[in-house]
């Protein structure tokens, strides 16, 4: 069995300028060399069975009820919050459909820089997650906006 390479690789969607990608390489090694102390567990909230990043909750519920499938979250707002398993970029995965695919053209459309986007072709999902270290919380806040606004735009 021979594995195309081509649709195993990810796809970037988003587009950042080289600035941009410059910007976010200085804030991984801005935060790797600083000191992390740990403030306070990441919060989390039950969706079904499954406990989910409590920022990304509202979104998580929305997109549910509006038939997108998502797979994983996280968001851990604060690098502070929890420094050993925290993620340095908030992200949301979501199975690849017509409807999904009109949610991440809605995202690209409003967040712009803000969001990196790519797509798995061998999962058949897409990832977005926050484009820079430190806007989990504002990527959770525009994402639950995305969800609520979702539907009223098609």
């Keep these: 069995m021979s594995l195309n390479t081509n649709e195993a690789r990810d796809v970037i969607l988003s587009h950042h300028t080289d600035a941009q990608w410059h910007r976010r390489e ?33 979104a998580l519920m929305l997109l549910q009820q ?11 707002v604060s690098p502070l919050d929890e420094p050993e398993d925290h993620s340095l970029y908030a992200y949301l995965t979501i199975i690849a ?24 072709p061998a999962r058949n999902r897409y990832d977005l997650s926050s484009f820079y270290i430190g806007h989990n919380r504002s990527f959770c ?14």
Aim: hydrophobic letters at 40%; glycine letters at 4%; a positive charge.
């Design 66 to 76: 509006k038939q997108i499938a998502t797979e994983f979250s996280c968001a851990g």
């Design 97 to 120: 459909s017509e409807r999904a695919e009109q949610f991440v053209q809605l995202t690209m459309k409003r967040m712009r820089h803000r969001l990196l986007i790519s797509f798995e």
């Design 26 to 58: 200085q804030e991984l090694l801005q935060w790797a060399a600083r000191e992390k102390q740990r403030k306070h567990a990441k919060k989390t909230k039950l969706l079904g069975h499954i406990n989910v990043d409590a920022e990304l909750f509202p």
């Design 141 to 154: 806040q525009m994402i639950q906006q995305c969800a609520e606004s979702f539907g009223n735009e098609f």
